[in-house]
């Protein structure tokens, strides 16, 4: 990486803040269309979902007992389990095949 670190800090804080500021300005009257407000619903859900996966199946040594401890964790949320029990049997898991693999 060549160059001004200053220059590269100034572009991303003036892309950030243009991505936050340009909605508010060009975006006056309550969004109507439907289809757009479902997307927009969503977008919080998929960007937590996006930063989470990797690092999830990243934070153990072995990327099976991240996706095990993944598939467990989904499983208990699926049939009802209370969060504490969900992350309590996800890290059950993830602690049992790092032990035994």
């Known amino acids: 990486m060549k160059g001004n670190i200053y220059i590269y ?13 340009l909605p508010l300005t060009l975006i006056r009257k309550p969004i109507k269309n439907q289809r757009i407000r ?7 859900y998929v960007t937590l979902t996006v930063m ?10 072995s990327v099976y007992s991240g996706a095990a401890g ?14 504490f029990q969900v992350a ?3 890290c059950g898991i993830v602690f049992l095949l790092e032990l035994f693999l």
């Open 9 to 21: 800090i100034l572009v991303m804080a003036v892309v950030t803040y243009l991505i936050r500021v």
């Open 38 to 44: 479902s997307f927009l619903y969503y977008v919080p």
């Open 52 to 61: 989470t996966f990797p690092g999830i199946l990243e934070a153990t040594s």
């Open 70 to 83: 993944l598939l467990a964790a989904f499983l208990l949320a699926f049939f009802g389990a209370s969060l």
């Open 88 to 90: 309590a049997g996800a």
